[in-house]
Nanobody, 125 residues
C-alpha cells in the first residue's frame, strides 16, 4: 500500500526558509516522478514542483522558481522541498504526491494518484 508522509511545515516569517520532507513507501520509489503541490486557503490545489525518478529533471511553477528547490534521495525513499525567501502568498497546505504509474513525468494534479496527508506552511508578513 502506497504511503506518503510529509513533515517539516510550520509558522515562519516572510523571508525565512523551510524544508519539507516526504517519506514514501509501498512502491518502487526510484521508478516514480515525485511531485509537490499546495492548496492555499479557499483555493484549488496547484502544482509547485516535480522531480523525475532519477532526479535528473525538475520543473517548477513560475511562482516559486528561483526560491524553491526539489530534491530526492532514492536510497532513503524521500523527496524534499527546500523553500527559501518565503512570502505570505506561499501560505498553504503542502502535499507530496506520486503518479499512478512509473516512468511518468507530468505536472497536472489529475495525473497524480497517491497523496500524502499534507503539512501546513504559514508565512506571516
Amino acid at each position: 500500500q502506497v504511503q506518503l508522509v510529509e513533515s517539516g511545515g510550520g509558522l515562519v516569517q516572510a523571508g525565512d526558509s523551510l524544508r519539507l520532507s516526504c517519506a514514501a513507501s509501498g512502491f518502487t520509489f526510484s521508478e516514480h516522478t515525485m511531485g509537490w503541490f499546495r492548496q492555499p486557503p479557499g483555493k484549488e490545489r496547484e502544482f509547485v514542483a516535480i522531480i523525475a525518478w532519477s532526479g535528473g529533471s525538475t520543473d517548477y511553477a513560475d511562482s516559486v522558481k528561483g526560491r524553491f528547490t526539489v530534491s530526492r534521495d532514492n536510497a532513503k525513499n524521500t523527496v524534499y522541498l527546500q523553500m527559501n525567501s518565503l512570502k505570505p502568498e506561499d501560505t498553504a497546505v503542502y502535499y507530496c504526491a506520486s503518479p499512478r504509474g512509473p516512468w511518468l513525468y507530468l505536472r497536472s494534479v489529475q495525473g497524480f494518484g497517491h497523496w500524502g496527508q499534507g503539512t501546513q506552511v504559514t508565512v506571516s508578513s
